[in-house]
């Protein structure tokens, strides 16, 4: 029996049983391997974060991990991610021990500390015993373990009806494999590595008998390596592994520029950020590529690598390189509805493990987002114009072109002119935008909208698309190629202000249904047709006053969705929350318009957010509550945390309350009506690539306006400010 639409969409949803921000979860990733712990370094297998567990390619490959002292939990003292989110580290002490009674060791006596890192599919881990006492003791340490081999859209809350076969354990003296057949035929294995080897050795834990003199510690190291048939990860000492993985961090951030203010709030915040994106990054034989969230997203998806990779482009213009030759390389080439692929779309997220092997799930590469192939062309443009790198240009042509050929040909699906998502697939996404929930398109009254949907952002990307690639044709010497699109965009442009502009809303209308409807809701979707400038200039004071207004604004950000909208839910994903990257856009949106004052306001909302953060992070979303005095945003459950697009976040807004745009064909930098918030009195800006050369920036603001003061040039690079 057929399920409703509803129930069908609800399959991929991830269960919101237990919230993710209550357990001060800590969060490590390197590569295509991911970890979840809690504050102690353990992993629970149930409990308030079902999510826990060392993942990699899909699967989990630890499910429980629990370390104990004479058999009892240790008492915490700290635990935190360093700066540059490289270790996790644990600081514990012993509880009474023998408790209930009179202690032979008193709390406090031994100190645990706990180190955690991930390199190259194994989670490396170091425990120091170190006892403070007078007098020497005895004590069992005992770690537990074990391996459900779960599917990551299992732990997801999606239901299976078979799995594979578990296998008995293999035991040796310092080594504990658990292994795990899959229906599609691989082999996954867990391999637990001990040194020194424990004293007790057993299927799902071992034993170390500890005998501590005062003052004296003692050092274990496990190593958890991930299996994948013939895959086995080096078996590396602690040290070496360690060594290895901060020289790979130096390397992706040696180009990068620094950033540096008069607020240690922001920069914190800015340190955070830059950190959880270089964490997010995964070497691909095309490059750097930024895989989208954890614990939910940490694999390649299109859309959100190509919206973090242009926030991050005047920080770390290579990234936007390593993720356009990713999308190069897995562009579409042929019809599969079952995937919704057409020739010359952008994948929309790739999926390993056992269920997309198997086509569990439809994601193994699926190409079901509308707005993924626009801003490919967008981002291949944007990554010209910083850096002058024509023979990227040349090399991707191809498939910039198939790009702009898919939306001519595929993506408007009736011929109105507007680009339009209708799946092909029934086990894809009903919802292809950004906002790609089930019920996240709808009318007035609530009503769901029927496809084929055209979504007012997404008539923004396809604009901002021809006009990035007419200016790319002409690079190639195609100026017949570059007047049929600027033609074309000129035409949306005037045709998209015509059928989406609403005077009853002060914006645009969300989408046009099947039959050409308006979904005439007040969204934070319409903002970000300032970022992509369709929105005529006469209609942008009116749009930003709109998404500034206190039903759209919480005080936060803006919301997705207006407090006065029937289906507004301050707790859902899509219709009410706050999402800091659809902030941020905007943003730069507002840059765009000259509307500083508005972008500021934005600006100051989502660092103030930082303050209640943990670790200066912002997560995926929050919920859209209004602010109340004294209490921070209202945390989403089960938003991700970190991601790579809300990593991005204060790049972009930075960028957009400076008016700041690299040209670096021309090798210029321009700030254009530049302003800072209050709370910050200087920003330094240095290693800033601008095409060839380089240049390091100090930003004052004054009473009216801001100055800038060269640093340091390197190359020709030169200046230009607009006040």
């Known amino acids: 029996m057929t399920r409703p639409a509803e129930d069908e969409e609800d399959r991929f949803q991830i269960l919101a049983t237990a919230s993710l921000t209550l357990s001060g979860a800590r969060v490590l990733k390197q590569g295509d391997t991911f970890a979840v712990f809690d504050r102690f370094g353990d992993i629970r297998p149930w409990g308030v974060l079902g999510a826990q567990g060392l993942y990699h390619d899909g699967a989990r490959f630890l499910s429980a991990l629990r370390l104990r002292l004479e058999g009892l939990p240790l008492p915490l003292l700290s635990s935190t991610v360093s700066r540059d989110n490289t270790v996790f580290v644990v600081d514990m002490m012993n509880p009474d021990l023998p408790p209930g009674g009179e202690p032979v060791i008193h709390h406090g006596t031994l100190h645990v500390a706990r180190e955690k890192f991930l390199w190259q599919a194994a989670c490396h881990e170091r425990l120091r015993i170190t006892n403070y006492g007078p007098d020497a003791v005895d004590v069992d340490l005992e770690i537990a373990f074990a391996a459900d081999f779960a599917d990551v859209f299992e732990v997801r809350g999606t239901r299976r009806e078979r799995r594979g076969a578990l296998h008995s354990p293999e035991l040796s003296d310092s080594s504990v494999v658990l292994a795990y057949t899959g229906l599609d035929g691989v082999e996954r294995r867990t391999r637990l590595r001990f ?10 834990r071992v034993l170390y008998r500890l005998h501590l003199a005062s003052k004296v510690t003692r050092e274990v190291s496990v190593a958890v390596a991930c299996e994948v048939g013939d895959e086995r990860p080096a078996d590396l000492p602690y040290s070496v592994a360690l060594t290895q993985a901060i020289e790979v961090l130096h390397e992706f951030s040696a180009q990068d520029c620094s950033i540096d203010s008069s607020s240690e709030q922001f920069d914190d915040w800015i340190c955070r950020s830059l950190a959880d994106l270089r964490m997010m990054i995964t070497r691909t034989p095309a490059g750097l590529y930024p895989y989208a969230g954890v614990p939910w997203f940490s694999t390649p998806f299109g859309r959100d690598a190509i919206i973090a990779a242009l926030a991050a482009m005047w920080v770390s213009p290579d990234l936007a390189r390593g993720v356009l030759r990713f999308l190069a390389a897995s562009q579409a080439d042929r019809m599969d509805p079952a995937a ?220 997705t969705v207006s407090t006065r909208e029937r289906r507004y839910n301050p707790m859902s994903y899509h219709n009410g929350s706050i999402w800091p990257h659809d902030n941020a856009l905007i943003a730069l949106g507002l840059s765009r318009y000259n509307l500083k004052d508005h972008v500021l306001r934005v600006m100051e909302a989502l660092f103030d957010a930082t303050r209640f953060a943990e670790l200066s992070r912002l997560p995926e979303l929050f919920c859209g509550f209004p602010r109340r005095d004294g209490a921070g945003p209202t945390n989403y459950p089960v938003a991700c945390s970190p991601q790579a697009w809300a990593a991005t976040t204060p790049l972009l807004l930075l960028q957009a309350a400076l008016g700041m745009s690299v040209d670096g064909t021309e090798g210029r930098v321009r700030f254009v009506r530049s302003a800072l918030p209050p709370a910050l009195e200087r920003v330094s800006i240095r290693n800033l690539r601008v095409g060839t050369g380089n240049i390091d920036v100090a930003l004052h603001r004054h009473p009216e306006d801001v100055g800038i003061h060269i640093l340091g040039r390197r190359g020709p690079v030169e200046i230009v400010a607009i006040k």
Not at 415 to 430: K, P, Q, T
Not at 460 to 471: E, F, L, P, T, W
Not at 504 to 512: F, I, K, R, T
Request: include cysteine.
């Open 195 to 204: 040194d020194p080897a424990p004293e007790v050795r057993a299927p799902d």
């Open 340 to 559: 919704d692929a057409e020739p010359g779309k952008i994948v929309h997220e790739i999926r390993g493990g056992e269920m997309a092997a198997l086509g569990e799930i439809p994601f193994k590469r699926y190409y079901g987002s509308v707005d993924a192939t626009p801003l490919f062309v967008v981002l291949a443009a944007a990554y010209h114009e910083h850096t002058g790198d024509g023979a990227t240009i040349a090399e991707l042509w191809p498939q910039i072109e198939r790009a702009l050929m898919w939306i001519e040909r595929y993506g408007d699906l009736d011929g109105d002119g507007f680009v339009e998502y209708g799946r092909r697939s029934e086990a894809g996404l009903l919802h292809q935008g950004w906002k790609d929930s089930h019920d996240a398109v709808f009318h007035a009254d609530g009503s769901p909208a029927e496809g084929p949907i055209a979504l007012c952002e997404v008539q923004g990307y396809v604009y901002a698309a021809c006009q990035g690639g007419a200016r790319l044709a002409e690079l190639l010497g195609d100026e017949g190629r570059a007047r049929i699109l600027r033609a074309r965009a000129e035409r949306l442009r005037a045709r998209f202000d015509e059928v989406f502009w609403c005077d009853e809303l002060d914006g645009y209308a969300l989408a046009l249904d099947g039959g050409k409807r308006p979904c005439r809701v007040r969204t934070s979707n319409a903002g970000q047709c300032l970022f992509s400038g369709i929105a005529l200039p006469e209609r942008a004071r009116r749009l930003a006053d709109r998404l500034l207004a206190d039903d759209m604004f919480s005080g936060w950000g803006i919301r």
